[in-house]
């Protein structure tokens, strides 16, 4: 199990102030107490398009200097556009985002369905393009189910091309096109059918205070490999066997757990207001490798 910095912490984008490149935030992760990085794959400091071969191998020499390990690429894929060159614009970005994953030594990358992209010039923090958050009781009509079946055909389509490379997908539960919970995600990635192709739950779209209770079990009950993941809107107490410590969190903060396995693999941070639920919810994951 490891404690990881999610790079979009130090991207400069939600905040008044500079972007950390991978290599500062590999530094700034061991300073924190981090015992991981993940990196998102977008402008100022991590896309592809922007890192030679020479980056990635310093990248990968820096990181292993300072003890860091690099346990996640994040993308920011998606699959449903109507238009047909940005549904191809977006299997050219997933195979410069695998190939990415592999220079780094890296086997589990992130991907959305679908995502409504990042606005980041028109205001001076960057802010989320406005999309439809949905709801549970939103009839299906054809239309849903056309954007649905191109997301499914797509992902297909990068998990074979993650397979060559022993990569792992992980689909997050993040609108548009899947609604809060983890039920859309799930029936999703059993449409799929790809064994290459897991689970990335974000805690904060579930809702009450014992959301974390709501997915355990389900999900213990149908997958093999899932991946938690959220935002800690404070500072976060992670307990241990043998005492605790507490860790302050920097501009926006977000942080992941990641445990490496043939058949779990999680990434996890918990806000503040569920910490008293982590150890039942840790516990209860984690039989998912028996």
Known sequence: MKFALLSVTYSGLFYS?????IEQQVRKAKQLGFEALAIETKRPIASPLDLSKADRARIKAVAADEGIALCAI???????SRNMEERENNLAMMRFVLELASDLGITMVK??????????DEEALAMYAPYDRGNYFKPLNAADL???SRAVEGIREVA???????????????????NPGYEDTLAMMQEIDRKNVK????????SGANAPNMFVKPLKNAVSTSCIRTTVPGTLARQKMAGSFRIPLQPMAERSIMKHSSRLSISMVIPVTWCRNIACLLSETIKLQA
């Open 111 to 120: 991907i959305f369905a679908a995502w409504p992209g990042i606005i980041d």
């Open 17 to 21: 102030g500079k972007a950390l490149s």
């Open 74 to 80: 994040e993308s920011m894929s998606n699959f449903c």
């Open 146 to 148: 056309r954007v649905w």
């Open 199 to 206: 689970l990335c739950i974000d805690v904060p779209l579930f």
């Open 160 to 178: 074979a091309l993650a397979a060559d490379r022993g990569i792992t997908l992980l689909l997050q539960n993040h609108a548009p096109v899947l």
